[in-house]
């Protein structure tokens, strides 16, 4: 049912907005109609083969290789709705699945929004809404998160050029979705990259945590993605697995990652990747998507996006300026708790420290100016100790790294605009 969805969503990109919600509408209507009621014979049988096909395809492949990992602590309920509790992991296996990722984030933010300071009831500031039904700022876990619901609710980073993609860039944002219930097991949030060139899409990968946690009892859980060649040919896959039926839940965060290098394309999922194309048409901009009801269980919730420019080596950078900045460690909202994906980095610095043991840095946090100094100052100092302390945690030498917290008084970009103040919440390796 959720496959066929997800491919008539394909189809219709190119129909236009009003009549592309409209004819989805009523064959998402008739397809269910068909599967529960086995009325309308046409439908019945389009909804049949691919069930069937689906069905068929997940026996040929068998069973995914499994990789050790695991999704990050469970959120609280949304206000909005009422999701049943979930357990929360272990932090040492929120932590495996991010110490295995390859994933390496952009080393130059060109768009930034935690969703941080929003009125509440209002339409996101740092975005333009394309198209849909409904889009606001509400509260999840007592922070701010862009509400996104309906059928073809797009938005957009609002940004000054049309094409702001550049050749090599990653994308990463934070998406919680209602547990399954009501008709939310139809529904997906889209991560879509696109160029005039390719017209609606270039890759657009499907994320539905609610119908993977339903159809996990019968192992046909699975990522849905399509995309164009270079040379124009359209082509779609999924990705089956025990690493989608772990990583991709309901009414828990998933951190979402993507990297474009040229051609190649990756999306990941709490620091496990999903998606790995090799082939696929460059995009100049992007867009979220939701595929959904309006209604109290099927709403996404998106906080934390981030578009940054292709990374460069943390070592070539070492050499170079003689000290690494990140942005790739990043910490709870007004807390010195470090992030699962922060891992990633931190893993990576260990690495260089481990193949060159003479090295010492002093450890710098960084704010931007918002809140007051008698804040940030002993926040930027905390986070740096626990920068430390992870890296000591990975066999690290104490006496090796040095915390210092530099509050907003080392900024490095303005910090009258948003893009500048998202420049310098950084952290930085200064080679001693």
């Excluded at 991010?98 to 209002?122: C, H, M, N, W």
């Excluded at 690494?324 to 007004?334: E, L, R, S, W």
């Amino acid at each position: 049912m959720k496959r066929l969805i997800v491919i008539l969503s394909v189809l219709l990109l190119a129909a236009g907005s009003a009549n592309a919600q409209s004819i989805l509408r009523n064959i998402g209507e008739r397809a269910k109609k068909a599967v529960e009621e086995k009325v309308g014979e046409k439908v019945e049988q389009a909804v049949g083969n691919a069930i069937d096909k689906a069905t068929s395809k997940k026996d040929k492949k068998g069973e995914a290789a499994k990789e050790e990992s695991a999704a990050p602590e469970a959120a609280a309920p949304v206000e909005a709705a009422e999701p049943a509790p979930a357990a929360a992991p272990q932090a040492k296996s929120v932590e495996t699945g991010y110490a295995k990722s390859d994933f390496v984030p952009g080393d130059e933010i060109f768009f930034d929004d935690p969703v941080e300071g929003e009125r509440l009831g209002e339409f996101p500031s740092h975005w333009d809404f394309l198209r849909g039904e409904e889009c606001e700022v509400m509260t999840i876990d007592g922070q701010q998160a862009i509400k996104l619901s309906g059928w073809f609710s797009d938005i957009a980073p609002l940004m000054k050029e049309k094409d702001y993609l550049p050749e090599d860039f990653t994308v990463e944002f934070d998406v919680w979705s209602n547990p399954t219930g009501g008709s939310s097991n139809n529904d997906h949030i889209d991560l879509v990259l696109l160029s005039e060139e390719y017209g609606d899409y270039c890759v657009f990968v499907a994320l539905n945590p609610a119908f993977n946690e339903l159809a996990g009892t019968d192992g046909a859980t699975t990522l849905d993605y399509s995309f164009y060649t270079p040379g124009g040919d359209s082509r779609s896959g999924s990705t089956p697995g025990d690493n989608v039926q772990r990583q991709i839940v309901a009414d828990k965060w998933l951190h979402v990652a993507a990297s474009f290098n040229k051609r190649a394309f990756k999306y990941y999922v709490n620091g496990v990747r999903m998606v790995n194309l090799p082939n696929v048409a460059r995009p100049t901009r992007m867009l979220l998507r939701s595929v959904s009801n309006c209604d109290e269980k099927d709403r996404f919730y998106i906080k934390n996006v981030r578009l940054a420019k292709g990374a460069v080596p943390l070592y070539d950078r070492l050499t170079s300026e003689g000290k690494i900045v990140t942005y790739a460690i990043t910490f709870d909202t007004g807390k010195a708790t470090l992030k699962p994906e922060s891992m990633v980095e931190i893993n990576r610095i260990t690495k260089i420290m481990q193949d060159n043991p003479t090295i010492k840095f002093e450890v710098q946090g960084h704010c931007d100016n918002t809140g007051s100094d008698a804040v940030n100052d002993p926040l930027s100092q905390k986070r740096a100790e626990a920068i430390v302390a992870a890296l000591v945690g990975n066999g690290i030498a104490k006496d090796r790294l040095t915390a210092v917290g530099k509050g907003s008084h080392a900024p490095i970009a303005d910090n009258n605009t948003d893009e500048g103040r998202a420049k310098n919440r950084r952290v930085e390796f200064v080679k001693q």
